[in-house]
C-alpha cells in the first residue's frame, strides 16, 4: 500500500514490503525514466526521476532509495565518482549504471566501487525487471552492492549487446 510520501518509510518498513519501493532514475533522458517505470510493476515500485548530478545526489541523501539507476553520462562526475557518491552515502544503494554500448572497464570499475550492474541501451523491460528486482533483494538483505553473481550479470549485459 502506498503511503503518499517519497522516503518517509525507513529501510526496515521497506524490506519487509510493507509499502512501495522507492527506485532514482538519474538520467536527463526522459525515455530512461519512462523505460524504467514500464518495466516495473506499479503497485510496488515508485519510480522517481532526477535530471542532473545535483538533484540525485540530494534526493539519494536525504531519501531512501534501496535502487538507484544513473546515465554513467549524467552531467557532473564520471560514472565511477558518481557511484561512490550515490552508493556511498549513509543510506547504501544498489546502484545501477545505464550506458549505451558495452565498456568492460566501466562494467569493471562499477562493480569496484560498490555498484551494482549495469544496464545497456536500448533497455529490455524483462532485463530491467530482473536487475532492479535482484538489486532490491540485496538491499532488504542488507548486502547492497555487486550483483550476487558477476559473471551471470555480465552474460546479461553481453546478451544484450549482441541482440542489439
Known amino acids: 500500500m502506498r503511503s503518499g510520501r517519497i522516503g518517509g518509510e525507513d529501510r ?3 524490506a519487509r514490503g510493507a509499502t512501495f519501493v522507492p527506485v532514482l532514475v538519474a538520467s536527463p533522458r526522459s525515455e530512461d525514466y519512462q523505460q524504467v517505470r514500464e518495466s516495473l510493476d506499479k503497485d510496488r515500485w515508485l519510480v522517481v526521476a532526477a535530471r542532473d ?12 532509495f534501496p535502487v538507484i539507476v544513473c546515465d554513467c553520462n549524467l552531467r557532473g562526475p564520471d560514472g565511477h565518482t558518481a557511484v561512490r557518491g550515490l552508493a556511498g552515502g549513509w543510506r547504501t544503494a544498489s546502484v545501477i549504471l545505464l550506458t549505451d ?21 536500448p533497455l529490455h523491460r524483462d532485463d530491467v ?12 538483505d542488507g548486502r547492497p552492492g555487486k550483483a550476487v553473481s558477476s559473471e551471470s ?4 549485459l553481453v546478451r544484450s549487446h549482441t541482440a542489439s
Open 101 to 121: 554500448r558495452w565498456d568492460s572497464d566501466l562494467w569493471e570499475g562499477l562493480l569496484q566501487q560498490g555498484g551494482f550492474d549495469v544496464l545497456m541501451r
Open 12 to 14: 526496515a518498513t521497506i
Open 129 to 140: 525487471s530482473a536487475v532492479l528486482d535482484t538489486a532490491y533483494r540485496q538491499w532488504a
Open 153 to 156: 550479470s555480465r552474460n546479461t
Open 53 to 64: 548530478w545535483a538533484a540525485a545526489l540530494s534526493l539519494s541523501r536525504s531519501l531512501v
